[in-house]
Nanobody, 126 residues
Framework: QVQLVESGGGLVQAGGSLRLSCAAS????????MGWFRQAPGKEREFVAA????????HYADSVKGRFTISRDKAKNTVLLQMNSLKPEDTAGYYC???????????????????WGQGTQVTVSS
């Protein structure tokens, strides 16, 4: 059974940085995509970034492009989301997700993913 455990959230001032980590276990992830999504109170969940485990191809939401970087550490089975130049509108619960990379990750960004973590809260103060 796939397990995803997020960490690294917290409170930061606008313009600051945070790094989120997702520890993945339960299977080998070759052929899988790993992603980050977020959900703010009263809003729908939205795609943030994704990466293919094998080849490292990435895709970002326009709202975070140039500020966030997704990466994976195969040795540690971990997916990272480096978030720089944070804005108050980045405040949300951030969730790690995983699914078979059956489509290009830009297409998968709009689809429902199979495996989810419990989330970690990011709060950006103005």
């Amino acid at each position: 059974q796939v397990q995803l455990v997020e960490s690294g959230g917290g409170l930061v001032q606008a313009g600051g940085s945070l790094r989120l980590s997702c520890a993945a276990s339960g299977r080998t992830f070759g052929g899988y995509a790993m992603g980050w999504f977020r959900q703010a109170p009263g809003k729908e969940r939205e795609f943030v970034a994704a990466i293919t485990w094998s080849g490292g191809s990435t895709h970002y939401a326009d709202s975070v492009k140039g500020r966030f970087t997704i990466s994976r550490d195969k040795a540690k089975n971990t997916v990272l989301l480096q978030m720089n130049s944070l804005k108050p509108e980045d405040t949300a619960g951030y969730y790690c997700a995983s699914d078979v990379a059956r489509l290009p990750i830009a297409t998968m960004a709009a689809l429902q993913w199979d495996y989810w973590g419990q989330g970690t809260q990011v709060t950006v103060s103005s």
